[in-house]
């Protein structure tokens, strides 16, 4: 079967019935975008509006959120979150990078939440909650946002940050997984995994309908989003005929399942490898970008926030540096 013909299906599938999200790290009248909310599967819902898309957990335990959009779109995430899970308490808050349309809520979801008091007997008894919900992401995009210039508020940053390549806990009768892979589209994203659920939040490791953004101020680098769909791929698992099954919250655009992160993936690692090509050649920058080496893929993947030529300059200053 043909790209376009599993790209058209998907599309038309009820678990894909999803519209890309415009991907974009600003926005006019952010305020005024309508959130929707989907539910993929298990206990995992998705909200899109402005920024990158939001995944939700809900269970007895209470709401986990991935990534929080904008601050001023905040306001209509936690309605929304309330709409879903009526009574429930924001228990934490994790993201999957540093930038603004993924981290930009932070603060208010935050603010909306709280947390289980470290040392806490039970949790069914209030005085065990602490102040606001816990905002978990790995040590490098605390650092990012440390560093950033200009200045982003203190009160915006992770409050618990891990160092390596994994970190989990037991939330809402299942397990959740955070992977991170090195750099790749910053130097500091990661995955989420809901191992009960099967769903996996990707962040903007994955982005459905455009070729990625290598944040090179960042130390973003082609590889690293390489092994990280690699990675993907090894996790992932279809339900019938390379369908359904394990399910991919993109950073922006429409659920994905495996069959499509394999696609994505081998249209990057072709790209990267023909630059690579060039390059033994004795190629420069403004000969690869003349020789129009991703034309094949421009019609479905160059439209987006990235276009062709910003994408293979990323891929040429990575292989060269």
């Given at each position: 079967?043909?790209?376009?013909?599993?790209?058209?299906?998907?599309?038309?599938?009820?678990?894909?019935?999803?519209?890309?999200?415009?991907?974009?790290y600003g926005q006019?009248?952010?305020?005024?975008?309508?959130?929707?909310?989907?539910?993929?599967?298990?206990?995992?819902?998705?909200?899109?509006?402005?920024?990158?898309?939001?995944?939700?957990?809900?269970?007895?335990?209470?709401?986990?959120?991935?990534?929080?959009?904008?601050?001023?779109?905040?306001?209509?995430?936690?309605?929304?979150?309330?709409?879903?899970?009526?009574?429930?308490?924001?228990?934490?808050?994790?993201?999957?990078?540093?930038?603004?349309?993924?981290?930009?809520?932070?603060?208010?979801?935050?603010?909306?939440?709280?947390?289980?008091?470290?040392?806490?007997?039970?949790?069914?008894?209030?005085?065990?909650?602490?102040?606001?919900?816990?905002?978990?992401a790995h040590e490098?995009?605390?650092?990012?946002?440390?560093?950033?210039?200009?200045?982003?508020?203190?009160?915006?940053?992770?409050?618990?940050?891990?160092?390596?390549?994994?970190?989990?806990?037991?939330?809402?009768?299942?397990?959740?997984?955070?992977?991170?892979?090195?750099?790749?589209?910053?130097?500091?994203?990661?995955?989420?995994?809901?191992?009960?659920?099967?769903?996996?939040?990707?962040?903007?490791?994955?982005?459905?309908?455009?070729?990625?953004?290598?944040?090179?101020?960042?130390?973003?680098?082609?590889?690293?989003?390489?092994?990280?769909?690699?990675?993907?791929?090894?996790?992932?698992?279809?339900?019938?005929?390379?369908?359904?099954?394990?399910?991919?919250?993109?950073?922006?655009?429409?659920?994905?399942?495996?069959?499509?992160?394999?696609?994505?993936?081998?249209?990057?690692?072709?790209?990267?490898?023909?630059?690579?090509?060039?390059?033994?050649?004795?190629?420069?920058?403004?000969?690869?970008?003349?020789?129009?080496?991703?034309r094949d893929y421009?019609?479905?993947?160059?439209?987006?926030?990235?276009?062709?030529?910003?994408?293979?300059?990323?891929?040429?200053?990575?292989?060269?540096?």
């Amino acid at each position: 079967m043909c790209s376009d013909t599993i790209f058209l299906k998907k599309v038309l599938s009820v678990l894909l019935v999803l519209f890309l999200t415009p991907f974009v790290y600003g926005q006019n009248n952010i305020s005024e975008t309508e959130v929707k909310s989907f539910h993929i599967q298990g206990s995992i819902w998705l909200l899109q509006g402005a920024g990158g898309n939001v995944t939700l957990q809900i269970g007895d335990d209470g709401v986990l959120v991935v990534d929080t959009q904008y601050s001023e779109i905040a306001p209509k995430i936690l309605e929304e979150i309330n709409n879903l899970a009526p009574g429930k308490i924001i228990r934490y808050v994790i993201n999957t990078h540093a930038h603004q349309d993924h981290t930009g809520g932070n603060q208010i979801i935050k603010a909306a939440g709280r947390s289980f008091a470290i040392g806490a007997g039970t949790r069914d008894s209030e005085e065990t909650f602490g102040t606001g919900a816990d905002v978990i992401a790995h040590e490098n995009t605390m650092l990012t946002m440390a560093t950033a210039n200009p200045e982003i508020p203190f009160e915006l940053w992770p409050t618990e940050v891990f160092i390596g390549e994994q970190y989990d806990f037991f939330f809402n009768g299942e397990a959740v997984l955070m992977f991170y892979f090195g750099p790749a589209h910053t130097n500091g994203d990661i995955i989420v995994y809901f191992r009960g659920s099967e769903v996996i939040s990707a962040g903007d490791l994955y982005v459905s309908g455009s070729y990625p953004f290598i944040d090179q101020s960042n130390f973003g680098h082609i590889n690293g989003i390489i092994d990280a769909l690699n990675s993907i791929i090894r996790i992932a698992v279809p339900r019938h005929n390379q369908e359904g099954g394990t399910l991919i919250v993109s950073g922006h655009g429409r659920i994905a399942d495996e069959a499509d992160i394999v696609e994505y993936r081998d249209m990057i690692t072709i790209i990267r490898d023909r630059v690579q090509h060039f390059i033994n050649q004795g190629m420069s920058l403004d000969e690869i970008l003349e020789a129009d080496i991703s034309r094949d893929y421009d019609g479905r993947y160059g439209n987006g926030f990235v276009s062709p030529d910003s994408f293979i300059s990323a891929i040429y200053n990575g292989l060269t540096q």
